[in-house]
């Protein structure tokens, strides 16, 4: 077997079976993920999705080591993620950075980008036992580049975060963590809070900078439209647990999971009539007390007596390509998906 085709060579992020709490007053915790498993491969675009509360955010703070998993286990290139990147400047040092939906999460007000940036260089190069001088024309010229990189105009390190546009600043964001020379960067719904306009243009910098510079992303929405123009795999979460995963054209075309299928429903069509009509109906449970069986089961049209009682795994359905995977048993019954919704 060459290196290439070793499997395990492929896996950059292991995400094995993990289960994240957070303890609440009075009531058992809540039990944001529910023992959830994915593996992402180098330069690897993962797009995952789900409404608010499925657990997308606590995935991001347990992959980056911010959330202490309950059980399971992180490693990252084969090396276990404990609670290392709790410090900020620990962090930093990373090979695996996060990208929040709010750029002030990982900017400093009060310092210019430039600043914040160099000093990321610098703790970069002294964990690597590279010592700069104090004010280290390497590490303004490497600052400088990482803002160039992200499309920031010339002057931009001179200035401070409020001074910027969001997109703006959500780049600069972005070019810090650059910084640290990544392999890897999460980003928690980056984009969200952003103007449409601005939307469009950090999402494509995002997949130029994984697809030019060989980094792998995470990257979570909850907007199906923006994972679908951007992503190559996508992980559909519901209620703490991966509901469906597989190459984004794939679930795209033949969505099995009825969950997966209502989220592309209520995607607005390109021709600007809004949402089709059979977008999901009812909330999102707490997550804290699902339903038994499937934690689908009290929303889905399809369900049968074995979704009330028993909880579905992640499984490869009839007729789908070997990487997809469904956790629904009407979908594991039934024949290759009809095509479409
Ligand atoms: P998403 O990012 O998909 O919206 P989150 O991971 O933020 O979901 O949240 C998952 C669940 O965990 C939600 O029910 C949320 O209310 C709960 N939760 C998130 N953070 C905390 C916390 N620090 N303490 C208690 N509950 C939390
Ligand atoms: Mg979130």
Redesign the pocket.
Known sequence: MSPSSDPAAAVLLRVDDVVVE???KGQPP?R??AGVSLEVAPGEIVGIV????????????AVTGLAPAHSGSVSFRGARIGALGRRRRDSDLLPLQMVFQDPNASLNPRRTVGAQIREVVVARDRAHGVRHPRRSPEAAREAAEALRRVGLPDGAADKYPHEFSGGQRQRAAIARALASRPEMIVA??PVSALDASAQAAVANLLRDLSREEGIALAF?S?DLAVVGALADRVVV?YL?RVVETGAVEEIWNAPRHPYTRALLAAVPVPDGRGARPEALAGE?P???SPPPGCRFHPRCPLAVDRCRTDEPVLLRAPGAAAESEVACWVAQASGPAPGGV
């Open positions: 957070y303890p609440r809540m944001a993920l789900g409404e608010s509360g499925c657990g997308k955010s606590t995935l991001a703070r928690d719904e979570i909850h979460m703490g999102v707490d997550p804290g």
